[in-house]
């Protein structure tokens, strides 16, 4: 296999708009909340001043009641829909009106950890700002402190067409008057790695409604047309929450300790209404309804990464673990290949991402699933070195799919290799 660690720093390097890193070029020409999460760790190992840029810069729009938007929109680009336009938050930047996965603490403290006092610094100064986000989640994802976060549009999860929002999704009516408005994504990328046009109308009534409450968030969370649990921000959000905690306790943030116990012991509570005893793991789930989706995804697997679980539901998790890699030529899946609804090359309906093995390795690895982190490590491996910087990659044939030269699948290259980025930057001076 080819090493590709020149094509990963050159890929981030191409995709740098000054300050900030899009995910690639024409099809995300904006800065995105998680994406630039991840990539700031892929920066880091061969430009450190740079990778804080890119959280600085992620941060500089966070709103005023601690939320980071999932894409900040710094110029209007006419190759991309739903603009600032559509949005109408009337921030400064210009932003969209809720957020994405949390990534950004448990990527900060990666970076303190193998850092230097220059990292200690930096993150010393971003870090009541990630307070001010992680208090944002609780109480307006979670408005009751029942531990269970909630999402208000699919966007938020990150994932954004999977087969699990469906529940959620159906129960929604597009309204008459809704927005007439035109798909760009379609232009740059195959109709079918993409969500389709039902879907969209979908994604537009909640931001429709959502525009029309003024992105009040209370309003959003008890009123507006979809309201889900997703283990993916669920777990997320938990373990950026314990290594908040561990840079409060590096940081000497007393206070700060106190709070992020409470909320951590709050979120791991709650993470047991998301399993499915029917599916034998965590799944889904619309708080409304209580409905459960009925597969197990790269998301579910997260539970090891967010720490969850008795050890019974933890065996439980590991052998699906197993079974679905054993169905599959390439790990980790974002739906079940066994299941009725999946798609090996649509989007969040059956590919894999580099993000998300990357989350699933490190904790595969902590739970001591050695076998399994190693079996995705070198999946993952695999896929890039033979398909170079794709979006995604499907599960049964390797091929890369979606945008080409992305920022996060390069990062997450660079991260795996980060002895070798270090061994050759030594080399080069
Ligand atoms: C898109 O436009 O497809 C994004 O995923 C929304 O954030």
Redesign the pocket.
Known sequence: MECRIEEAIKTIKMNDRGGFTVPTNRL?PYQ?NWDSGFTALGIWHFNKWRAWLEIMALLDAQWEDGMVP??VFRQNDPD?FPGPGVWQTNTEPAS?GHS?PPVLASMILRMVQNGTAYDMRKAREVFPRLMAYHRWFASARDPQGTGVIGIIHP?ES?R?NCPDWDIGMNAITVPGDLIAYKRR?TSHVDSDQR?TQEQYDRFITIVQFARETGWDHRRIHAEGPFLMADPGVQFIFLRATRDLLTLAEMLDMTEAISELRRLIEQVSKGSDWLWNDKVGGYCARDIRTGVFSDAITNASMLCFYGDVGSPEQRASMAAHCRRILAACQFGMPSWDPEHADFEPRRYWRGPVWAIMNHMLITGLADAGEEMLAQRITSDTQKLIESQGMAEYFDPMEGTGLGGMDFSWTAAIYLDHCRDRVAELLKETG
Request: charged share 15%; net charge negative; no cysteine.
């Open positions: 995300y995105w999932h894409i991309y969209s994405q966007w990150g954004d994504d969500p």
